[in-house]
């Protein structure tokens, strides 16, 4: 989850596109960076981000699918005229048709929902739950009959515990949800209840190589997918894939003040595409493992060019 505040667009100065309807959740993850926070804001605030937004907009909790009242600023965000309403989802009561329906009906564009690890005994440890993790690939199915593919985009909290198992969990994801418009790798953050479990956060050395590994399977299993908090230099093959990469070479700095470049960035060639690892990851193991990239950054620049132009 992200944290409410201002960033920058084309140079301007701009709120953040969320919003955040309650602080409630139905799920425990030891992971969550947004847990020990209470974000819910007035609707007069909900009102005015919503009419701030042209074009995106995540609605967040919490769970938002506790709230009520999701469904009426769903209508009134569809109603702004946002192109992108993105649901951030947990994903736990979509075994409702009818509820689906109903929120694809209101204008949700885009579910985002977070599914940790691809089997029972890994799901329950990750989001503290028992018995939970039929029921959500059950929820998923059912979410993607009603609302389709292209809607549904699956994030995985890249940690300590899971990130062994992510060429596993492709693979999962490819037999039992081929129709999911792409994964969503965030290296987990050391926020919410991860500041008390720093364990939870693995090193760069570790984790991109088997990152790396799970691309490479999806690329030629024509799978989707983005990357958030790795480090350029940590892609090998996969820059272009780095959600940094777009922001940067299109001018949108939004949440980017959470990286910073330290000293060993120095004379990495594709500085202008990269915004460095997370503070929170520096602060916690430091900088050594980065290694500045003399690559050409032509080629990843055409790669971005050429995923803009397509629709």
Known sequence: MSAPGRGRRDGKSVPAPNIFLGSRCNYDCLFCSGALLDKTQPPEVLRDIIASCPDTLSIEGG???????????????????IRDIILCTNGARFCDEAYVRKLCDCGVTLFNVNFPAHEEKLFSILTRTSGQFQKRVAALRTLI????????????????????????YVRFVKERFPEVFYIEFNLVKVLGRVERRPYLVPRLQDAAPVLVRALRYMTRARMKFIIDGFPL?????????????????????????????????????????????????????????LAPSRKDPGPIIAKLQAMASKP
Not at 63 to 81: N, S, Y
Not at 242 to 262: M, Q, S
Not at 273 to 281: E, H, I, M, Q, V
């Open 145 to 168: 009959a009603v609302a389709g593919g292209k809607r549904v985009r699956l994030n995985m909290v890249v940690n300590r515990l899971n990130f062994l198992v992510i060429p596993q």
């Open 233 to 289: 230099c940590a892609l090998d093959g996969y820059e272009h894939a780095a959600i940094d990469a777009a922001k940067r070479y299109f001018h949108d700095d939004l949440y980017l003040d959470e990286k910073a470049k330290t000293r060993k960035c120095a004379g990495c060639s594709l500085g202008g595409l990269c915004a460095g690892p997370r503070k929170d990851y520096v602060s916690l193991h430091g900088d050594l493992e």
């Open 63 to 81: 769970e938002p699918t506790l709230c009520r009242d999701l469904d009426i600023w769903v209508r009134r965000a569809h109603r702004q005229g």
